[in-house]
């Protein structure tokens, strides 16, 4: 029988659940006919977490968490990679299908749409193939590289072009090249028609968990011990730093001068250093960023603490060079001896593995996603520092998408969308039963989404 025929005759549930597995993070939601973000999509903490008391967290659980402090997390995707099932399925139990799980399904009456990250080993993906058919048992299911989904958003209008009309249903962007930088690493992939373009990915080692444990490590040799306090310094992290558009100019700006002759911080660096107030966890349950106040640092330093505001004892980091110094990690890897290239060297290493013919289409619409495209002035430099790279006669466009941390569960949402092209993709339970995970894999590898 001609596979068109079988495709035709074939039966796929109603839902469609679509997950984009990330290492921080696990964005999923129920596919519908209009994907909002706010409504269907759900972030949901991707760990299992032991806190000082003993007692563990499982995913979702860590929202009733009030006290992050000296917080021991495991996570199951290491490296970008799903490495660690056991951990997983503990995690997808309490999401999926236990009693009052947040999206509650019957994998016996449900699409999966799994979103995973460039380059994953054989063996791993074999593994996932597996357990999502032999110990969850879904009905239905497709696994594709993550950054290709992001050609199915409307991408257009974010670089200028005309919005893309309603009625081409799930029709990718012809050319679009997707920078991903997220927990594990950072990731530069091309894709065409909705196919990611495999011999031009190209991957930085550095991500928001290197970043966070840079910071962590100098922020404990240069003020507080900070070693046992991830989570908090992932929230610093996140509040106070920022890409500078000039490294050495605001390194020279913060730099205090020799022990004899030290600098007075608002001669210089006065805007660029401020104060964080850590949360102690009763009184205030985060900690916030504030101006720097020299006279309540020199307090701090002597003391300990500072009294603040109802006469409440506030801990005080201060940061300076940190703040720049840390995420300029991902365009200078070198600054702390790693022999890779910076982000933008790397956009053109994956350019080099295209025909030059498609280098314009590429560079006019590049889309950046992933938690570290929110830090500030991240975009502005990758343009600035890519402009300069790339060839003169080629127009660079640079955005961000409007939920970076939801773009690829959106682009999964509206593949999910388009009926016939989720019958044409998605490979039933039987299917699998009847060729094996040999067939699946390959099946998955052609990174087919369209007929």
């Given at each position: 029988?001609?596979?068109?025929?079988?495709?035709?005759?074939?039966?796929?549930?109603?839902?469609?659940?679509?997950?984009?597995?990330?290492?921080?993070?696990?964005?999923?939601?129920?596919?519908?006919?209009?994907?909002?973000?706010?409504?269907?999509?759900?972030?949901?903490?991707?760990?299992?977490?032991?806190?000082?008391?003993?007692?563990?967290?499982?995913?979702g659980q860590l929202e009733n968490c009030k006290d992050f402090g000296e917080m021991a997390f495991r996570r199951p995707v290491e490296k970008g990679f799903l490495v660690n099932w056991e951990a997983e399925k503990e995690i997808w139990d309490n999401t999926f299908f236990d009693k009052g799980a947040r999206l509650k399904c019957d994998p016996h009456d449900t699409s999966l749409l799994l979103a995973e990250a460039p380059n994953a080993p054989a063996a791993l993906q074999?593994?996932?193939?597996?357990?999502?058919?032999?110990?969850?048992?879904?009905?239905?299911?497709?696994?594709?590289?993550?950054?290709?989904?992001?050609?199915?958003?409307?991408?257009?209008?974010?670089?200028?072009?005309?919005?893309?009309?309603?009625?081409?249903?799930?029709?990718?962007?012809?050319?679009?090249?997707?920078?991903?930088?997220?927990?594990?690493?950072?990731?530069?992939?091309?894709?065409f028609k909705g196919r990611a373009i495999q011999q031009a990915i190209r991957r930085l080692d550095i991500g928001g968990k290197f970043l966070t444990n840079y910071l962590k490590e100098i922020v404990s040799l240069r003020q507080l011990n900070m070693v046992d306090e991830t989570h908090l310094m992932n929230e610093v992290k996140e509040a106070v730093c920022y890409v500078s558009n000039d490294f050495k100019t605001d390194i020279e700006r913060t730099w205090k001068g020799a022990v004899a002759d030290r600098r007075k911080t608002e001669d210089n660096g006065g805007e660029i250093v401020v104060d964080y107030v850590l949360p102690d966890y009763t009184t205030h349950a985060k900690g916030f960023m504030r101006p720097h106040d020299a006279s309540s640092s020199a307090k701090h330093t002597k003391l300990g603490g500072i009294t603040g505001p109802g006469n409440v004892v506030e801990y005080v980091m201060t940061l300076g060079n940190e703040r720049f110094a840390v995420p300029e990690l991902v365009f200078n890897p070198g600054d702390i001896g790693m022999k890779q290239a910076g982000l933008p060297e790397t956009v053109m290493q994956s350019?080099?593995?295209?025909?030059?013919?498609?280098?314009?289409?590429?560079?006019?619409?590049?889309?950046?996603?992933?938690?570290?495209?929110?830090i500030q002035g991240f975009v502005d430099r990758l343009f600035t520092e890519l402009r300069q790279l790339a060839p003169a006669e080629c127009v660079v466009r640079i955005a961000k998408a409007p939920d970076s941390i939801k773009s690829t569960w959106l682009g999964g949402a509206h593949v999910a969308a388009d009926k016939a092209i989720l019958k044409d993709i998605m490979v039933t339970r039987q299917e699998y039963q009847e060729h094996g995970s040999a067939w699946l894999l390959k099946r998955f590898a052609s990174g087919r989404l369209r007929s």
């Open positions: 029988m001609p596979r068109h025929s079988k495709v035709a005759d074939r039966v796929l549930p109603q839902r469609t659940l679509v997950v984009d597995n990330g290492a921080y993070t696990m964005k999923a939601g129920f596919a519908t006919s209009s994907p909002d973000l706010a409504n269907d999509c759900h972030i949901i903490p991707n760990c299992l977490a032991r806190s000082r008391d003993k007692r563990v967290w499982i995913a074999t593994n996932c193939d597996q357990i999502i058919f032999e110990e969850f048992e879904f009905a239905s299911y497709h696994r594709c590289v993550g950054p290709s989904l992001n050609a199915f958003n409307d991408v257009s209008s974010l670089v200028g072009d005309p919005p893309r009309k309603n009625d081409l249903g799930a029709l990718p962007m012809e050319c679009l090249l997707v920078i991903d930088s997220g927990f594990s690493h950072t990731t530069v992939t091309p894709v350019l080099s593995g295209l025909p030059p013919g498609l280098w314009p289409a590429m560079l006019s619409n590049i889309l950046v996603v992933g938690g570290n495209a929110n």
